[in-house]
């Protein structure tokens, strides 16, 4: 069993920096490419950012150049966002997926079977 909780979260003005993290707990951490992904209401859950098992790491076009994901040697991964915009405000969500492949990446919320209860960002104007 594979559990994920997010932190991080919280009410932030333009501009603002914020580190979202996530502490997965189960068995060999380093088996499974991780995502963050957001969920804006009234809207579908989109992609943010992925890492691979050997930290390589892809951001969307919308966050590109101001948001970074990087794992630790432990169990954690972090979502560093920087120069937030209104628009990212959103539940963010950790996800987890069993990756044979070291340098794989998934880009569908469909491709993970594991996540977190999410984290509210809000970024006021």
């Known amino acids: 069993q594979v559990l994920l909780e997010e932190s991080g979260g919280g009410l932030v003005q333009t501009g603002d920096s914020l580190r979202l993290s996530c502490e997965v707990s189960?068995?060999?951490?380093?088996?499974?490419?991780l995502a963050w992904f957001r969920q804006a209401p009234g809207k579908e859950r989109e992609f943010v950012a992925s890492?691979?098992?050997?930290?390589?790491s892809t951001t969307s076009d919308s966050v590109k150049g101001r948001f970074t994901v990087f794992r630790d040697s432990g169990n954690m991964v972090y979502l560093q966002m920087n120069s937030l915009k209104p628009d990212d405000t959103a539940v963010y969500f950790c996800?987890?997926?069993?990756?044979?492949?070291?340098?794989?990446?998934?880009?569908?919320?469909?491709?993970?079977?594991?996540w977190g209860q999410g984290t509210q960002v809000t970024v006021s104007s």
């Open positions: 996800a987890a997926q069993f990756a044979y492949r070291i340098q794989a990446q998934y880009f569908s919320p469909s491709d993970y079977d594991y």
């Open positions: 189960g068995p060999s951490f380093n088996n499974y490419a």
């Open positions: 890492i691979s098992r050997d930290g390589h």
